[in-house]
């Protein structure tokens, strides 16, 4: 059993920067990847950016060279650096965890981006 819990979203305007922070509690140990996701009205949610355990990372094309993924294991929190966002970054942004295959993904509740001016 994993717990998730996201903070960092509010309102920005273009060009501004944010970072999301996703605290993991319970069963850390048992984490293996984890990732940061978006679901903006009307479309599907995607993946943003991915960190494994051993700090390897990938990002969507859109955000690459702007956002960064980082984790920090001695506070068991996973970090998103958003920096010159865009209107199309306007999206709710969920933290997964990702378990051993007898437990599946853990998903935090999302919290809110709105890029606007």
């Known amino acids: 059993q994993v717990q998730l819990v996201e903070s960092g979203g509010g309102l920005v305007q273009p060009g501004g920067s944010l970072r999301l922070s996703c605290a993991a509690s319970?069963?850390?140990?048992?984490?293996?990847?984890m990732g940061w996701y978006r679901q903006a009205p009307g479309k599907q949610r995607e993946l943003v950016a991915r960190?494994?355990?051993?700090?390897?990372?990938n990002y969507a094309d859109s955000v690459k060279g702007r956002f960064t993924i980082s984790r920090d294991n001695a506070k068991n929190t996973m970090y998103l650096q958003m920096n010159s966002l865009k209107p199309e970054d306007t999206a709710v942004y969920y933290c997964?965890?990702?378990?051993?295959?007898?437990?599946?993904?853990?998903w935090g509740q999302g919290t809110q981006v709105a890029v606007s001016s």
């Open positions: 997964k965890a990702e378990g051993p295959p007898w437990s599946g993904n853990y």
């Open positions: 960190i494994t355990s051993s700090g390897s990372t």
């Open positions: 319970g069963s850390i140990f048992s984490i293996n990847a």
